[in-house]
């Protein structure tokens, strides 16, 4: 049934057929007719990070930057959903056309850049949510922000999204936001997650409950800017990272027609480059919570997401091209391992 709906929205606009696609999900949720099409979510309760995630298998930050879908995509099976990247204001990111399919590569080429409806509609969406499992907000900053006064964003988002955020997320990997990446090596880094986390832990006071504080990195980095990473994560004390965003390298995909085109490349391609990724922070951190995503699509890549390291596992392009069916065969698969 998906392989049909699929070759009816491949023939449309990437970005018309994505908001096509999430209306439709909408609608069937509003009639009960989701469970009925993917089946039951599948039961396997893990703790980490002081939460309870219903099973292993969670929505990446990127497809529900708004909270729009919350309940609809919740009701696919995920054991979480991540929602954003949210921004402290309203932006409509960069130019169309900005999402690019890559079927033979079965991956996408995205330079969003962050559009969405700023923190208080997210904040206001996220209240009204029906869906009882774990929510992540990852958090940004706007286009018009100096890198320089990057933090001035992050930790506007945050007092927003702590209340009712189950985890938050810090987006310093995104490839669309010029400079953003610069800011996850070094002194950059601990000025970035340093206050962060100070006021995480103040609002975890105030609110007498703990959030968990995340970071999101990206695939393109060497052995010794993981190390880097890894350092400043635990110096900072983070709860966990999500490896990784996507990535910036063409290599796997020059020969398709839009390889050349800017932005996150993401989907099968970047499955082995983020397990590395994953790899080397299990090197570092042998403790640490790790999210793993990048090129899920079937059972046996979702294994061998946790086999690299990851303690859980989040999908995105994978549903694009296997359908919402492909949520609940991962998480079978990780509670059969």
Do not use: W
């Amino acid at each position: 049934m998906y392989s049909l709906a699929r070759s009816l929205l491949f023939r449309i606009d990437p970005e018309a057929s994505h908001g096509m696609a999430l209306g439709t999900l909408d609608a069937l949720h509003r009639v009960g007719g989701v469970t009925p099409l993917v089946g039951k979510a599948v039961d396997d309760p893990v703790e980490l990070m002081g939460l309870r995630f219903a099973n292993r298998v969670g929505l990446a930050a990127g497809l529900d930057k708004n909270a729009d879908h919350l309940d609809a995509l919740g009701a696919l099976g995920f054991g979480f959903v991540e929602v954003g990247t949210v921004t402290p204001k309203a932006q409509p990111g960069n130019p169309k056309p900005r999402l690019f399919r890559l079927a033979g590569h079965e991956a996408i080429i995205n330079r969003f850049g962050f559009n969405n409806k700023g923190v208080k509609h997210l904040v206001a969406q996220v209240k009204k949510r029906h869906y009882n499992g774990i929510v992540g907000i990852n958090i940004g900053k706007n286009l018009t922000t100096s890198v320089d006064n990057a933090l001035d964003d992050y930790l506007a988002c945050l007092d927003e999204v702590h209340p009712v955020a189950d985890y938050i997320t810090v987006n310093i990997s995104s490839p669309n936001t010029p400079g953003l990446r610069t800011l996850q090596f070094g002194e950059q880094l601990d000025a970035l997650l340093g206050p962060i986390r100070a006021q995480s832990r103040r609002l975890d006071t105030e609110a007498r409950r703990k959030v968990p504080l995340l970071i999101k990195i990206a695939p393109d980095m060497s052995e010794h800017e993981v190390a880097l990473v890894a350092q400043s994560i635990a110096r900072n004390e983070l709860d966990g990272v999500i490896a990784t965003n996507t990535t910036v390298s063409r290599d796997a995909v020059q020969s398709d027609s839009q390889a050349k085109e800017a932005g996150g490349l993401s989907g099968k391609p970047v499955f082995e480059p983020s397990n590395v990724i994953i790899r080397l922070l299990r090197q570092h951190l042998p403790e640490l919570p790790i999210i793993g995503v990048g090129g899920i699509d079937s059972a046996e890549t979702a294994k061998a997401k946790i086999a690299a390291g990851a303690n859980l596992v989040q999908l995105y392009s994978g549903l694009i091209y296997q359908g919402p069916k492909l949520v609940n065969v991962c998480a079978n698969a990780l509670k059969a391992r």
